[in-house]
């Protein structure tokens, strides 16, 4: 049979028939499309185990479709994790670098010299973020105008001559791509919106707005999800705040946020020891960037002091209000929560 599914094209040999058969041999030199009679001249006969019927060529065609959807889905994937780290990055970096009036006035003095330090490192910092990673970024953008120049020069056909199922796999590519960007854009526009209102105006319940809009888009966007625990935490709302600070958890096990929020969440439920575990994890991943260590305000330090004196534990819990105050030392609460301690501690000798 020399048609199939309406799929008839003459051999281009001429008087030839129309094509039957076609050859996947790698090294074959010959038309790898053609008839009867180009085999009976002999033409593929060392490679007949490469040979293939139209049904068996639609096929392999459709399989090949599959596995260049396949490489384009990674290449999106790759895309796509690029631009999550960059946008954590982004955030990192104005978490770190920029700072509102509001922002400024709720440190202290000791804070505020703190932050200058950072502040005044930042050009070491962008040399060598930069010093590392445009070569890399060049290198990158090197290969793959390569490759798209090879895919170019592989064309034997004019595109005005392709076939209709090719260029609309093309366009439906395009398009596919170009939706994903869209969406990438639009998730980082609705947090940044959701994190600004909950940084300079503590608007939490605004900033949730955004936040959901953001998840609705991409319910897998780390820096929404830990924001929404955030925001949740803040009004009040324990339960769900850990429900989505575990969320982001799954995808980023070592941010220390998300296992903040956590603890304190469990704190004021009154379960102290499950909070202290899940502090410590926070310590053990980060025990020396002061700053990621804040949660309203305050140190882990202070959290932990509180759970240990809530469960009468207090030499140990004067030990991490000190350790706050070494921080902070005009912090109130570290200081009421050392001398509650050290009351209790000589109350309970004197009833020895």
């Known amino acids: 049979m020399n048609e199939i599914g309406g799929f008839r094209v003459k051999c281009s040999i001429e008087q030839h028939e129309f094509i039957e058969l076609a050859c996947l041999n790698k090294q074959?030199?010959?038309?790898?499309?053609?008839c009867h009679q180009c085999l009976k001249k002999g033409d593929h006969i060392a490679h007949l185990q490469d040979q293939k019927t139209l049904v068996e060529l639609i096929n392999f065609f459709h399989e090949m479709e599959q596995e260049s959807e396949n490489l384009i889905s990674k290449l999106c994937s790759i895309i796509n994790e690029l631009k999550e780290l960059t946008l954590e990055l982004n955030q990192g970096l104005r978490k770190k670098y920029q700072f509102s009036k509001e922002r400024l006035q709720k440190q202290n003095a000791r804070q505020l010299n703190s932050t200058l330090d950072q502040i005044i490192q930042f050009d070491e910092f962008k040399t060598g973020l930069l010093t590392e990673l445009e070569p890399q970024y060049n290198n990158l953008i090197n290969?793959?105008?390569r490759q798209i120049k090879d895919l170019k020069l592989d064309q034997k056909q004019d595109i005005n001559k392709q076939q209709p199922f090719s260029l609309l796999i093309e366009q439906t590519n395009k398009y596919q791509y170009n939706k994903q960007q869209k969406e990438i854009d639009k998730v980082e526009e609705l947090f940044q919106k959701g994190y600004r209102l909950q940084l300079d105006n503590s608007n939490y319940r605004r900033a949730l707005e955004f936040i959901d809009s953001a998840l609705s888009i991409n319910p897998n966007h780390f820096q929404s999800l830990y924001l929404k625990a955030k925001c949740l935490y803040m009004l009040?709302?324990?339960?769900?705040?850990?429900?989505?600070?575990?969320?982001?958890?799954?995808?980023?096990?070592?941010?220390?946020?998300?296992?903040?929020i956590i603890g304190e969440s469990i704190r004021e439920m009154g379960k102290f020891e499950e909070a202290l575990k899940i502090f410590d994890k926070a310590l053990i991943i980060n025990p020396n960037n002061d700053f990621s260590l804040y949660?309203?305000?305050l140190h882990i330090y202070i959290y932990i002091g509180k759970c240990l004196q809530s469960l009468q534990k207090y030499q140990e819990a004067i030990i991490?209000?000190?350790k706050s105050t070494l921080i902070n030392p005009q912090n109130l609460l570290s200081k009421k929560g050392i001398i509650e301690c050290e009351r209790q501690t000589h109350k309970n000798k004197l009833f020895r």
């Open 28 to 34: 074959c030199k010959a038309n790898r499309i053609y």
């Open 143 to 145: 290969k793959l105008k």
């Open 236 to 260: 009040g709302d324990l339960n769900t705040a850990i429900i989505w600070a575990g969320q982001a958890l799954a995808i980023n096990p070592q941010h220390v946020d998300s296992l903040q």
């Open 295 to 297: 949660l309203k305000g």
């Open 320 to 322: 991490f209000y000190k």
